[in-house]
């Protein structure tokens, strides 16, 4: 070993035992709120939810009770989002969502746990829990996404119950909407279509799931970002995770939240990462002021992020037994 390597390596060994020693005198360099776990890798002590909009709130409280009890993250956002997916004043989400143009409810959802495995519906009917078909394509099959009559097939098959998804309240609005906007669905800051999640259990794993009823009033086998992996959502055991809402081409057009994800890996906090993906889409999208794209991230040190592109976006922050909702830093300041 020449002088240069030798004096390397006993800078790297002098800085390994400093961590050590602090570690053993309770002094832990990445944060108060964690902690050394068995294996050596990082445990949270209190698990974390992120969710995307104001609903997001019951959802983290669904999927906080499984977590509580030392459940793990894939069970836990599988658990969460069904609660706006079940919630019948919820008109971007699960069974009363707004119809496409032609009247049809068609729903979209990604899952991912720990491993990198990952499961995905689109283009689903009569079905009112995507989030658990994808889950089922995850588990049981050699693929990632089903669509349209064979994701409803397999869901068939699997046990899952054929429904009327079209809503009294949601075929009214589509029938009022059909007067006035001459098929041309509407694109806004306010047409927000999905609910994404994010878990980190105690163990320190983490797990996203994401689901929709898409743009309101789309064009008939329109999907948008939600259910492909790394643009609705996409979840690192190693990094962390992230969630898009909003306008689901502007997201795909990036890769959202893979990009989000990738910015973490390469040093940037989960506030800043979600900061360089809209300004990402601003670089890409033309009519972005005319638009909302928001973005939600945690790390696997349980740190958040949110940012979108005009006021509005609101997200659920479920750690340290607290769950609540919090305005996201956006873009365009008047």
Known sequence: MNRRKFVLNTFLTSIGGLVGINYLKGNNPIGEHLKSSV??????????????WKFG????????????????????????????????????????????????????????????????????????????????????????????DGALQFALEN??????????NAKKAWEEWKKKNNYTPPVGPNNHDTIGMLAIDKAGNISG???????????????????IIGA???????????????????VIKIAGSFLVVEAMRNGKTPQEACEMAVHRIIEKQKNYKDIQVGFIAINKNGERGA???????????????????????YHLKE
């Not at 294996?39 to 995307?52: A, K, V």
């Open 307 to 329: 940012y979108s592109l005009v006021k509005g976006f609101q997200y659920a922050f479920h750690q340290k037994g607290e769950n609540k909702v919090y305005d996201s830093d």
């Open 209 to 227: 799931a994401c689901t929709t009823s898409g743009l309101a009033f789309k064009m008939h086998g329109r999907v948008g970002d939600s259910p």
């Open 159 to 168: 046990g899952f119950k054929k429904e009327e998804l079209l809503t009294d």
């Open 39 to 52: 294996n050596g890798g990082i445990m949270l002590d209190n698990p974390t939810i992120i969710s995307t």
């Open 57 to 148: 709130i019951e959802a983290n409280a669904a999927a906080y009770e499984i977590l509580s009890k030392g459940g793990n993250a894939l069970d836990a956002v599988e658990a969460g989002v069904r609660v706006p997916e079940a919630d019948l004043n919820n008109t971007s989400v699960g069974r009363a969502g707004y119809p496409d143009r032609d009247g049809k409810v068609t729903l979209d959802a990604c899952i991912m746990d720990k491993d990198g495995n990952a499961g995905s519906v689109a283009f689903i009917q009569h079905i009112a829990h995507p989030i658990s078909v994808a889950r089922a394509v995850m588990e049981k099959t050699p693929h990632v996404m089903l669509v349209g």
């Open 232 to 250: 609705g959502m996409y979840a690192d055991n190693n990094v962390g995770g992230a969630a898009a809402t909003g306008l689901g081409e502007a």
